[in-house]
């Protein structure tokens, strides 16, 4: 049988990854807890789950031909204890008492020594050290360094008093083992003593976010399978007879004229990311210091909001566009309200420039495996001090991207990596990584989230917040998600540019007030 390879733009995530910036995605779910063992019970599921479902038993190797290629395989060795985790913290912080909490502890040790869950926290992390990966040229390590480590133990260590997003920001910095399936699970403490919460890792070149949705439904209890919703469709249109050189085109022998196809989107991208222009004018705080040769695993921050998606409609309804525009507008009025706080001098002129992923799935098609994306381009009005003008601006920002499709423009670079050649992808990972910075400013990413109620051994999912990778020389990555009638902010950032991550998080929803004041 013929090895399943890479696709150009997956095999691009799997060789641009570094210790210091690792290339996965990352969801924090936060649930509650029916009993003082339901936070073992939960790991217990997700490993007996991951065992059956061959999309998280595969690792990514390496291949002879094409050079430079990796393909799928599945893992020979695959034990579910070196993808599922389970705090110390998470089995102590479920109980109301003390003695509830060493009889929950005791309980949650046996369920993971029967399920063949990983445990970390209050003691050393199990993977530290023998399992760690070696680093490489193309490899990042994928051992944690003794700060990340030691970031997570404090973390999680207060026994249920800790917010889970602080645990997840050491855990967000470590990279997943390259030898292995690239996905983690860790079972957390919760916010409260009624509560855990469940931090999925997944890495990029696995899924996008879609897809690393749909695996991760595929851990839950048991309910209909994940699909977006159809399209929306107008009313069918005649369609014109091909004129002009276009129709000239497709008379010419298929390989070649697909060759052609190519070779002008490629220009076309690469003259619209010219047109974009230099990372010009943007906001010191949106720019993390440069890893130093060999640096080890980063630091990052982790936090969160949730927002009423009452109030936005609100909005969309009295100022028009759509949710998503909404969400973007906020953004710009957060970072803007944020910088002033800081005392940071506000950007002037058009703004920094956020890329804005594009699934290019059918719609209604069910998500697989791998990435399928493009992405738009859009400067955040940060220089607009009125909120319905920034939302005006993000608006007829995203009509004009839209019109132009997702396949042409300055955001859709990821479509660049189909006309490059996999020794290409090995050999110049570590340049299109650094060249991060002069493609976009800041990611701002939305993952929807089907309308179903998730559950996990009868635990309801409350909170979903989604995290996303951050790319070199950038200090912040916002993603959100809705669900249950609730927008989910995620923020990912480098702890040392952004030391005051939850300020941020403040900052949008203040701007959320404001905004809906302004309307109202």
Same mark, same amino acid.
């Given at each position: ?9 997956? $095999?691009?995530?799997?060789? /641009? ?20 063992? !339901? ?34 395989? @599945? ?98 910095? +470590? @990279? ?21 919460? %469940? ?5 990029? !070149?696995?899924?996008?976010?879609? =897809?690393?949705? !749909? ?19 107008? @009313?069918? +249109? ?16 298929? %390989? ?16 619209? %990311? ?16 440069? @890893? ?14 949730? $927002? ?30 944020? $910088? ?10 058009? #703004?920094?420039?956020?890329? /804005? ?10 998500? =697989? ?5 493009? #992405? ?34 300055? &955001? ?11 020794? &290409?992808?090995?050999? =110049? ?8 910075? $002069? ?82």
């Amino acid at each position: 049988m013929s090895p399943e390879h890479l696709s150009p733009l997956d $095999l691009a995530f799997w060789r /641009i990854e570094s210790a210091a910036h690792p290339m996965h995605l990352g969801a924090l779910a936060v649930l509650s807890a029916d009993g003082p063992d !339901a936070a073992a019970r939960a790991a217990a599921l997700l490993a007996e789950r991951c065992a059956g479902l061959p999309g998280l038993r595969r690792r990514i190797h390496d291949v002879l031909l094409p050079v430079g290629a990796a393909a799928w395989s @599945p893992d020979p060795d695959f034990d579910p204890a070196r993808h599922v985790f389970l705090a110390d913290a998470a089995v102590a912080g479920t109980g109301g008492s003390a003695a509830a909490g060493a009889d929950a502890a005791r309980t949650g040790d046996d369920a993971a020594a029967r399920a063949g869950v990983g445990t970390f926290a209050g003691a050393a992390d199990s993977r530290a050290g023998a399992d760690a990966a070696p680093a490489g040229a193309d490899a990042a390590p994928a051992g944690a360094d003794a700060a990340a480590r030691a970031g997570a133990d404090a973390a999680a260590g207060a026994a249920g008093a800790v917010d889970p997003r602080v645990a997840a920001g050491p855990l967000m910095a +470590r @990279p997943l083992d390259r030898t292995r399936p690239p996905w983690e699970a860790h079972v957390l403490a919760g916010p409260g003593p009624d509560s855990f919460a %469940v931090l999925f890792k997944f890495h990029h !070149a696995l899924a996008d976010g879609l =897809g690393a949705l !749909a695996l991760a439904a595929g851990l839950f209890d048991r309910q209909p399978p994940f699909a977006p919703g159809p399209a929306v469709r107008g @009313p069918a +249109r005649p369609v014109p007879a091909p004129r002009g050189p276009g129709a000239a085109l497709r008379r010419l022998p298929g %390989v070649f004229a697909s060759r052609v196809h190519d070779l002008g989107q490629a220009l076309e991208i690469g003259a619209a %990311v010219a047109r974009a222009g230099l990372p010009l004018g943007v906001p010191d705080a949106l720019v993390a210091a440069e @890893p130093g040769p060999g640096a080890g695993a980063g630091n990052r921050s982790v936090a969160g909001l949730a $927002l009423d998606l009452d109030e936005v409609n609100l909005i969309r309804k009295a100022a028009g566009g759509t949710v998503n525009d909404v969400l973007i507008a906020l953004v710009a009025g957060a970072l803007r309200r944020w $910088l002033a706080e800081r005392g940071d001098p506000l950007p002037r002129g058009a #703004g920094p420039r956020a890329l /804005i992923p594009v699934s290019r799935r059918r719609p209604g098609a069910a998500p =697989g495996a791998g990435n399928r994306l493009s #992405g738009y381009l859009l400067r955040l009005p940060l220089a607009e001090g009125d909120p319905l003008r920034r939302l005006y601006a993000v608006r007829a920002g995203m009509d004009r991207n839209k019109e132009a499709g997702p396949a042409r423009g300055a &955001g859709a670079v990821a479509l660049l990596a189909d006309h490059v050649h996999p020794l &290409g992808h090995r050999l =110049g990972g570590p340049l299109v990584a650094q060249a991060a910075r $002069l493609l976009y400013d800041i990611l701002v990413t939305s993952v929807p989230l089907p309308g179903l109620t998730f559950t996990l051994g009868g635990s309801t999912v409350r909170e979903v917040y989604p995290l996303a990778p951050l790319a070199r020389g950038q200090s912040l990555a916002i993603a959100v998600s809705t669900y249950k009638g609730t927008v989910h902010y995620g923020l990912v950032a480098d702890a040392a540019a952004v030391p005051d991550l939850a300020a941020l998080a403040g900052a949008l929803r203040a701007e959320l007030d404001a905004f809906v004041r302004e309307v109202s």
